[in-house]
Nanobody, 119 residues
Framework: QVQLVESGGGLVQAGDSLRLSCAASGRTFSMGWFRQAPGKERECVAGLRWSVGIPDYADSVKGRFTISGDNAKNTLYLQMNSLRPEDTAVYYC???????????????WGQGTQVTVSS
């Protein structure tokens, strides 16, 4: 069983930046970041399949967020720039141990880290 631990969330002003980190206790096939805002459904923010190395982003964060990681170290990052109040949510790190075409179906989930953006 792979354990995921997120860190880096906090309270910031609109336009500020945050860098989220996720540490995995073992190897994964892919990793990604999800978020869930109050009253909203959970959505995929960004994903990365280690074997390909080309990230995918939700339209709402393209040009502002950057996903990166180090598979050898089992770590994942999310650099969030130009944050907006609508980015406020609990951010979750997730991972799969094999290929999966359904974003919301993940093998492992972290406990989440709160990101709050004030205007």
């Amino acid at each position: 069983q792979v354990q995921l631990v997120e860190s880096g969330g906090g309270l910031v002003q609109a336009g500020d930046s945050l860098r989220l980190s996720c540490a995995a206790s073992g190897r994964t096939f892919s990793m990604g970041w999800f978020r869930q805002a109050p009253g909203k459904e959970r959505e995929c923010v960004a994903g990365l399949r280690w074997s390909v190395g080309i990230p995918d982003y939700a339209d709402s964060v393209k040009g502002r967020f950057t996903i990166s990681g180090d598979n050898a170290k089992n770590t994942l990052y999310l650099q969030m720039n130009s944050l907006r109040p609508e980015d406020t949510a609990v951010y979750y790190c997730a991972a799969t141990r094999a290929w999966n075409s359904v974003y919301l179906v993940q093998d492992y989930w972290g406990q989440g880290t709160q990101v709050t953006v004030s205007s």
